[in-house]
């Protein structure tokens, strides 16, 4: 019986590839966040809270703003499952190419062009990267929000302080450092970003081009491994 491909979701990234994304996820968060009517590229939770804050604030044009990036969320994930269809590898690379492309054209675009679908742009393409990088290790991680990532290395700490099988201490410690490490990325890639935003406008999402093509480049050479069904 043929090997079938493993998809992409299942692949098991290793650190320095959910490192290099998530300061990603947080740069463009930051950078989106500032230059674009404040909203979140990434965020959705933030985004649905700002929303209905905005809606029964009487500001339907802000609702709208926040409402823009989820519904393109949304056609993202659906469009991702299309990609996902391919070979583990080529649809990891297509992916990372396609986000490639639409952060070397956003970086372009004047601070002119229409918010709403500036951001629409951001969320497509980053959207790809949540559906395709999400394990490090054995770990289950997300490269452009942290919510779960910080319960997950809250309960590793636990785990690792006062489980009481070795082995699961040992785990509970790869956990807590593995995501931790994501979370405090993140927070440098937020960091990066508020400061790159104002000074470089746009052009201040190219900085993520190179921690996109490492991690290319990465999975281009087969250094991320992959765990089948």
């Known amino acids: 019986m043929p090997n079938t ?8 990234e290793s650190l320095p590839t959910a490192l290099l994304l998530a300061a990603t996820g947080g740069l463009l968060d930051a950078a989106v966040y500032l230059l674009h009517g404040h909203v979140f590229a990434n965020a959705m939770t933030g985004n649905v809270v700002l929303m209905g804050v905005a809606a029964f604030s009487r500001q339907p044009g802000q609702a709208v703003r926040h409402l823009a ?6 056609f993202a994930v659906t469009c991702s499952k299309t990609l996902r269809r391919l070979p583990a590898r080529r649809a990891v690379l297509g992916t990372l190419l396609l986000e490639l492309a639409v952060l070397a054209v956003a970086g372009a675009l004047p601070m002119s062009f229409p918010q709403m679908l500036f951001t629409a742009l951001i969320t497509f393409g980053s959207t790809f990267q949540v559906a395709s990088f999400r ?5 289950s991680y997300n490269s452009t929000f942290v919510t779960g990532n910080l319960r997950d290395a809250a309960e590793g700490f636990y785990d690792a302080l ?3 099988e070795p082995a699961q201490r040992r785990d509970g410690r790869e956990k807590a450092l593995a995501l931790g490490a994501v979370c405090l ?20 999402f190219w900085i993520a081009l190179p921690l996109l093509g490492a991690v290319a480049l990465h999975v281009g050479r087969g250094n991320s491994d992959k765990i089948k069904a």
Do not use: K, S, W, Y
């Not at 491909?5 to 098991?12: A, M």
């Not at 990036?69 to 949304?74: A, D, E, H, R, Y």
């Open 162 to 164: 006062l489980a009481d």
């Open 5 to 12: 491909p493993d998809p992409p979701e299942q692949r098991v």
């Open 135 to 139: 394990r490090v290790g054995h770990f």
């Open 69 to 74: 990036p989820i519904l393109t969320f949304l």
């Open 185 to 204: 990325c993140f927070l440098a890639g937020a960091a990066i970003g508020t400061i790159a935003a104002p000074r470089l406008g746009n052009h201040a």
